[in-house]
């Protein structure tokens, strides 16, 4: 059996959060203050035995803020487990779990498993029944806000069931347990479903046969290992049983000879005559006991544990091994401990906090895929800044978390992505999951941590992207939170379906040439437009009611529509004269930049292919300054991806930028004066509507209408 679920309601910023977790090494990915730490707490509340939770250190901050007023509310955590053997089947605690009867609605609407081997465990902390009936019985909106004023935090209960089948994170099945409370409303305790809720559990009993370990961000190490019930204790706690007897009596027999040798050194026994002696002194013969001082080393072979430490071979101590090394070692021995406790509990789960702290690179990798050897009789949950780490990680056991204010979303990158594979894109040979896998690599990081994304076919795009956006509007993509991929190709369904409702809920803006023809032009190509044209076609099918996916086009390709823009051809030119040595050749290109579609056209490739369209991108960019102008399907692209962090800091950082180089000395000081006096939301707000009213045709302005446009 393992854990497949986790659904935590009301707890700290995790309002409706639901967790999937496989065998094996999972990871759950976010940025600060997302939750991770919140949602590895929960786990803990309910299923660990050294986490000490109870009604006494309930606290307010423990309920969601997005809730406002917590009184009435509960706070719902649950652990699905699935897979369970029919050995486990056969253990008293796994009955009490199984649903006696499977729920179906429930199955198909939330589980979505392919067998009914399962158990639940949940915890409720909500007010005690009184409270809830008092609720329940109010006959006025009035009445009710006065009994709820009165709600402490002493007036909540734990509740710890079983067998429950209910989706909580759904807000009408919460309603139903609970009630309507913001209307008023309470659900009367008298009519419980314990088809819902569950029966109630002796939470002790689970508590002995689950073990959760938990190696925290700040963990010292060293501590732990001195502590009395450290992984080697445990880990001869479990052994000695299989101690011969013949060891254990010769142990016993050079144990006390040891004693006999300790007690029989002069000095030793030196000390207990002077001790005699003194107390002759001070109570006189009659009175004073008779002392002596011995070694009275226990012979207790299960007391030796105590005694028993680890050396590395190099060094006479381990305390001077490094944090990363020590930290190492502490994960090693907590493993060996549970698989050899693993006949005595039914499942282990180990908790890491930023295993990345203080380990090199590489180490973190191979420990990442080591874990995986673990899977018979240890689960891990990991939480992690590190891209190293994301890079490695299975997509199907990752769990990422996106914060929006107050409240944490809980994201699965590869929920019904195979799914979408075999459906959608006809993929027979391999699933789209192990595609992504293979197909991403090292760009994995930038897809699960970037607040939105942008996808392009080719290094020029790459390149030049990044510098016209910092270039021309004083923010880099990184600020904004963006992450750039090349795919290298046109096959952008590939990583664009991983942005989705039932996914990744961030926005994805795809940015491809449609190779429209020009007239007369020898280089374009009617088969490379119908190419352009049916690429178009295929992406609107695929994520046209996908509000987090959108496609932007370029009409020619980006070198050319580069160059359509008058003002960019300066930038041009000077690549022109870096690139060629013959003046007639110069001369000739740059005649052509300047003149009809057609003969632009073919300069502008026949330069960018003599060079390498992608080193042709960076030599254009070391020209390119704050007066190059975007073509508006990048602009649209960038905005699009930019929808959740274009909040008013950046606005003002951008639009400062952009100002400082006006060349209109009156309406620049007008506009930097009242930039100055902007101390409130709603002067902040003026300043970047009078920016755009002033300067329409400005890079910035284009790029914050258009974001205003798609609601961010």
Same mark, same amino acid.
């Given at each position: 059996?393992?854990?497949?679920?986790?659904?935590?309601?009301?707890?700290?910023?995790?309002?409706?959060?639901?967790?999937?977790?496989?065998?094996?090494?999972?990871?759950?990915?976010?940025?600060? !203050?997302?939750? #991770?730490?919140?949602?590895?707490?929960? =786990?803990?509340?309910?299923? $660990?035995?050294?986490? +000490?939770? /109870? &009604?006494?250190?309930?606290?307010?901050?423990?309920?969601?803020?997005?809730?406002?007023?917590?009184?009435?509310?509960?706070?719902?955590?649950?652990?699905?487990?699935?897979?369970?053997?029919?050995?486990?089947?056969?253990?008293?605690?796994?009955?009490?779990?199984?649903?006696?009867?499977?729920?179906?609605?429930?199955?198909?609407?939330?589980?979505?498993?392919?067998?009914?081997?399962?158990?639940?465990?949940?915890?409720?902390?909500?007010?005690?029944?009184?409270?809830?009936?008092?609720?329940?019985?109010?006959?006025?909106?009035?009445?009710?806000?006065?009994?709820?004023?009165?709600?402490?935090?002493?007036?909540?209960?734990?509740?710890?069931?079983?067998?429950?089948?209910? !989706?909580?994170? #759904?807000?009408?099945?919460?309603?139903? =347990?609970?009630?309507?409370? $913001?209307?008023?409303? +309470?659900? /009367? &305790?008298?009519?419980?479903?314990?088809?819902?809720?569950?029966?109630?559990?002796?939470?002790?009993?689970?508590?002995?046969?689950?073990?959760?370990?938990?190696?925290?961000?700040?963990?010292?190490?060293?501590?732990?290992?001195?502590?009395?019930?450290?992984?080697?204790?445990?880990?001869?706690?479990?052994?000695?049983?299989?101690?011969?007897?013949?060891?254990?009596?010769?142990?016993?027999?050079?144990?006390?000879?040891?004693?006999?040798?300790?007690?029989?050194?002069?000095?030793?026994?030196?000390?207990?005559?002077?001790?005699?002696?003194?107390?002759?002194?001070?109570?006189?013969?009659?009175?004073?006991?008779?002392?002596?001082?011995?070694?009275?080393?226990?012979?207790?072979?299960?007391?030796?544990?105590?005694?028993?430490?680890? =050396?590395?071979?190099?060094?006479?101590?381990?305390?001077?091994?490094?944090?990363?090394?020590?930290?190492?070692?502490?994960?090693?021995?907590?493993?060996?401990?549970?698989?050899?406790?693993?006949?005595?509990?039914?499942?282990?789960?180990?908790?890491?906090?930023?295993?990345?702290?203080?380990?090199?690179?590489?180490?973190?990798?191979?420990?990442?895929?080591?874990?995986?050897?673990?899977?018979?009789?240890?689960?891990?949950?990991?939480?992690?800044?590190?891209?190293?780490?994301?890079?490695?990680?299975?997509?199907?056991?990752?769990?990422?978390?996106?914060?929006?204010?107050?409240?944490?979303?809980?994201?699965?990158?590869?929920?019904?992505?195979?799914?979408?594979?075999?459906?959608?894109?006809?993929?027979?040979?391999?699933?789209?999951?192990?595609?992504?896998?293979?197909?991403?690599?090292?760009?994995?990081?930038?897809?699960?941590?970037?607040?939105?994304?942008?996808?392009?076919?080719?290094?020029?795009?790459?390149?030049?992207?990044?510098?016209?956006?910092?270039?021309?509007?004083?923010?880099?993509?990184?600020?904004?939170?963006?992450?750039?991929?090349?795919?290298?190709?046109?096959?952008?369904?590939?990583?664009?379906?991983?942005?989705?409702?039932?996914?990744?809920?961030?926005?994805?803006?795809?940015?491809?040439?449609?190779?429209?023809?020009?007239?007369?032009?020898?280089?374009?190509?009617?088969?490379?437009?119908?190419?352009?044209?049916?690429?178009?076609?295929?992406?609107?099918?695929?994520?046209?009611?996908?509000?987090?996916?959108?496609?932007?086009?370029?009409?020619?390709?980006?070198?050319?529509?580069?160059?359509?823009?008058?003002?960019?051809?300066?930038?041009?030119?000077?690549?022109?004269?870096?690139?060629?040595?013959?003046?007639?050749?110069?001369?000739?290109?740059?005649?052509?930049?300047?003149?009809?579609?057609?003969?632009?056209?073919?300069?502008?490739?026949?330069?960018?292919?003599?060079?390498?369209?992608?080193?042709?991108?960076?030599?254009?960019?070391?020209?390119?300054?704050?007066?190059?102008?975007?073509?508006?399907?990048?602009?649209?692209?960038?905005?699009?991806?930019?929808?959740?962090?274009?909040?008013?800091?950046?606005?003002?950082?951008?639009?400062?930028?952009?100002?400082?180089?006006?060349?209109?000395?009156?309406?620049?000081?007008?506009?930097?004066?009242?930039?100055?006096?902007?101390?409130?939301?709603?002067?902040?707000?003026?300043?970047?509507?009078?920016?755009?009213?002033?300067?329409?045709?400005?890079?910035?302005?284009?790029?914050?209408?258009?974001?205003?446009?798609?609601?961010?």
């Amino acid at each position: 059996m393992y854990l497949k679920y986790m659904q935590i309601v009301n707890y700290k910023n995790l309002k409706r959060a639901c967790f999937k977790f496989d065998k094996g090494a999972n990871t759950i990915i976010g940025e600060n !203050d997302s939750g #991770k730490s919140n949602a590895m707490a929960a =786990l803990r509340i309910l299923l $660990d035995d050294t986490y +000490y939770y /109870n &009604p006494k250190r309930l606290k307010e901050s423990d309920f969601s803020d997005a809730l406002g007023d917590w009184r009435g509310h509960w706070i719902i955590l649950s652990a699905y487990f699935d897979e369970i053997s029919s050995e486990e089947k056969s253990h008293e605690i796994c009955k009490d779990i199984i649903p006696e009867k499977e729920n179906e609605d429930f199955l198909k609407s939330y589980i979505r498993c392919e067998n009914f081997n399962y158990g639940v465990v949940t915890l409720f902390i909500r007010p005690r029944k009184a409270v809830r009936k008092a609720l329940f019985e109010a006959k006025t909106n009035t009445e009710f806000d006065v009994i709820r004023k009165t709600i402490k935090l002493t007036d909540y209960e734990f509740v710890y069931t079983s067998r429950s089948q209910l !989706d909580f994170t #759904k807000e009408h099945n919460y309603k139903h =347990l609970v009630g309507d409370i $913001d209307a008023g409303l +309470y659900a /009367n &305790p008298e009519l419980e479903n314990i088809n819902l809720t569950g029966g109630k559990l002796d939470i002790l009993e689970i508590w002995k046969h689950v073990s959760v370990v938990c190696i925290d961000a700040l963990r010292d190490v060293e501590a732990e290992m001195r502590k009395p019930k450290n992984p080697i204790k445990r880990i001869f706690d479990v052994i000695q049983s299989e101690i011969v007897d013949g060891d254990i009596n010769n142990i016993k027999g050079k144990i006390k000879e040891l004693n006999e040798a300790i007690s029989n050194v002069d000095q030793v026994s030196g000390i207990g005559r002077r001790i005699n002696g003194k107390l002759n002194e001070m109570i006189g013969m009659i009175y004073s006991p008779d002392i002596t001082l011995e070694s009275r080393m226990k012979e207790d072979i299960s007391t030796l544990s105590k005694y028993l430490t680890m =050396l590395p071979a190099d060094k006479q101590d381990i305390d001077l091994l490094g944090l990363g090394h020590l930290n190492m070692l502490y994960v090693a021995l907590k493993l060996v401990e549970f698989e050899l406790n693993r006949n005595q509990e039914l499942i282990n789960i180990m908790i890491l906090e930023e295993p990345e702290a203080h380990i090199h690179t590489h180490i973190q990798k191979t420990l990442f895929n080591n874990l995986q050897v673990s899977v018979e009789y240890t689960q891990v949950l990991m939480t992690t800044h590190s891209t190293h780490l994301s890079e490695v990680a299975d997509i199907t056991k990752v769990n990422v978390l996106k914060g929006d204010q107050n409240i944490s979303k809980v994201m699965q990158p590869a929920n019904g992505l195979d799914e979408f594979g075999k459906n959608n894109l006809k993929l027979k040979d391999l699933t789209l999951t192990k595609c992504l896998e293979r197909y991403l690599d090292a760009k994995r990081s930038v897809l699960l941590f970037s607040k939105g994304v942008i996808l392009v076919e080719g290094d020029g795009e790459e390149i030049l992207i990044p510098s016209l956006v910092k270039k021309t509007m004083g923010v880099s993509l990184d600020e904004l939170g963006i992450g750039l991929i090349n795919i290298g190709s046109v096959a952008f369904e590939n990583v664009a379906c991983v942005f989705d409702p039932l996914r990744l809920q961030r926005y994805c803006a795809i940015i491809t040439d449609l190779d429209q023809i020009i007239p007369e032009a020898g280089k374009c190509s009617k088969e490379a437009a119908d190419r352009g044209k049916s690429r178009k076609e295929k992406l609107a099918n695929l994520f046209g009611s996908n509000p987090y996916v959108d496609s932007f086009y370029a009409p020619y390709t980006l070198e050319v529509d580069f160059a359509n823009e008058k003002d960019n051809r300066e930038f041009i030119e000077n690549v022109i004269e870096n690139h060629y040595k013959d003046e007639a050749t110069i001369k000739r290109h740059k005649a052509n930049l300047n003149g009809n579609e057609k003969d632009r056209y073919d300069t502008v490739l026949t330069v960018a292919k003599s060079i390498g369209k992608g080193w042709y991108a960076t030599i254009l960019s070391g020209y390119i300054d704050e007066r190059a102008i975007i073509p508006d399907y990048i602009i649209n692209a960038v905005a699009f991806a930019s929808r959740e962090v274009m909040k008013m800091p950046i606005k003002l950082k951008m639009a400062c930028y952009s100002l400082n180089e006006y060349i209109d000395f009156e309406k620049k000081l007008q506009l930097q004066e009242q930039y100055k006096m902007a101390n409130t939301e709603e002067k902040k707000n003026q300043f970047i509507k009078d920016f755009c009213n002033e300067f329409p045709q400005d890079i910035v302005t284009r790029f914050l209408i258009k974001v205003e446009e798609y609601g961010a």
